[in-house]
């Protein structure tokens, strides 16, 4: 007896496909979640290694170290993207296509975003300030600086108050590191009254820097007339200082000026005003007007 054959209908072709394939593409399903799981977790590890790894170099830059940190968590991140995206045949050339027309679409709305981030790069390049630096950037800009990102940078201020500020505000500003050098000048003016020895006085603060060990030798101090007002003669104090230095000597100074010159005999003077009453004259009677 010959065999029937019996016609297959779309039905069952499009069962037939589903069932041979289905063990295909689930495998390549979960080879993609695995890879995208053990991809973000090994990213994840490398940041925090390469981070402490820099950490324990003593002679690496601080400011460098969160940034290459991110570069690689990122990286390997994109990278197992990629992977994942391959397990479902996406070829590497369309997803190289695909990123540059999003990125040059990102790039036209978010222009302020990259200015902050050529900013933030021309920053870590030229190095105007480093992590624990305190500077001024403009007049709103004031603060120990914490981080530098791609984005922002943050600082603590003098109140201890965090402070976020996009880079681009930073790098358009005139920047004022006053952590950079290791010496520092500083400036204090005292007043000596005009009848007292302006030369006793002089010396005295003269000798008086001079003792302090807190005071360099090079560049010398120096003690100058700085004006001559109505009631005073202003001298100027300037010495320098190491910047570790700097606030403890400047505070002693502002003290201890005051006590050199009373010490050698001289005042320190205080604007005055003399009030004086003028008599009034007495009009005759026959000098009156009458009515």
Not at 226 to 241: E, G, H, L, Y
Request: hydrophobic fraction near 45%.
């Amino acid at each position: 007896m010959a065999e029937v054959t019996t016609p297959l209908t779309s039905f069952d072709a499009v069962t037939g496909f589903l069932a041979a394939n289905a063990v295909h593409y689930g495998l390549s399903f979960l080879q993609a979640v695995l890879i995208l799981l053990v991809g973000f977790w090994v990213a994840k590890r490398l940041s925090r290694f390469v981070h402490k790894t820099l950490s324990r170099s003593p002679h690496f830059d601080a400011t460098l170290k969160p940034l290459i940190a991110s570069v690689v968590l990122w990286s390997v991140r994109i990278i197992t993207i990629i992977a994942v995206l391959a397990q479902f045949g996406v070829q590497t050339a369309s997803i190289i296509a695909v990123l540059g027309a999003a990125g040059l679409a990102i790039g036209l709305a978010l222009q302020g975003t990259l200015q902050n981030i050529a900013a933030g790069t021309m920053l870590l390049v030229l190095r105007p300030f480093r992590n624990g630096d305190y500077v001024t950037a403009g007049s709103t800009v004031a603060g120990t600086v914490e981080e530098i990102g791609l984005f922002t940078t943050t600082l603590t201020n003098a109140d201890g108050i965090y402070v976020c500020v996009p880079n681009n505000q930073i790098w358009g500003q005139p920047i004022t590191n006053y952590s950079r050098n290791a010496t520092r000048r500083m400036e204090i003016t005292v007043g000596i009254a005009l009848d007292d020895d302006l030369d006793a006085a002089m010396s005295a603060l003269r000798q008086h820097v001079s003792d302090d060990q807190r005071v360099l030798d090079t560049p010398a101090p120096e003690i100058m007339v700085k004006q001559v007002s109505d009631s005073a003669v202003i001298v100027n104090v300037r010495v320098w200082s190491l910047l570790g230095n700097y606030w403890g000597l400047y505070w002693d100074l502002q003290r201890s000026v005051k006590e050199t010159v009373e010490g050698v005999g001289c005042s320190l003077p205080y604007p005055t005003r003399t009030v004086m009453q003028v008599p009034t004259q007495t009009i005759p009677d026959a000098a009156q007007p009458r009515h």
